[in-house]
Nanobody, 126 residues
């Protein structure tokens, strides 16, 4: 049974770091691109980062470029989002999602993803 489970969220001060994990079961990362999204209250869910099924291609939204790093561990079937230099505006719920993609790259739109996790809360506060 396919399942994506996020973990690693929590409370951190501005400038701090967190590492989010997306543990995937029921599929292998060789078949699916994985994306990280976030959704603040009253706003649309936005793509933060994604990684291709080969791991060779990464995408970052401009607001996190240089601060966040996405990576994958095929042996653990887990994708990570290392978040450094966190800002107040990074506070929200973060979701991982899986896209069954025949070719390279990874999608940036919510509608292109097939499966979703339940989310993990990140709070950046002093």
């Amino acid at each position: 049974q396919l399942q994506l489970v996020e973990s690693g969220g929590g409370l951190v001060q501005p400038g701090g770091s967190l590492r989010l994990s997306c543990a995937v079961s029921g599929i292998t990362l060789d078949e699916y691109a994985i994306g990280w999204f976030r959704q603040a209250p009253g706003k649309e869910r936005e793509a933060v980062s994604c990684i291709s099924k080969s791991g060779a291609y990464h995408y970052y939204v401009d607001s996190v470029e240089g601060r966040f790093t996405i990576s994958r561990d095929g042996a653990k079937n887990t994708v990570y989002l290392q978040m450094n230099s966190l800002k107040l505006e990074d506070t929200t719920v973060y979701y991982c999602a899986a896209e069954r993609r025949p070719g390279p790259g990874c999608a940036k739109r919510v509608s292109q993803y097939d499966f979703w996790g339940q989310g993990t809360q990140v709070i950046v506060s002093s």
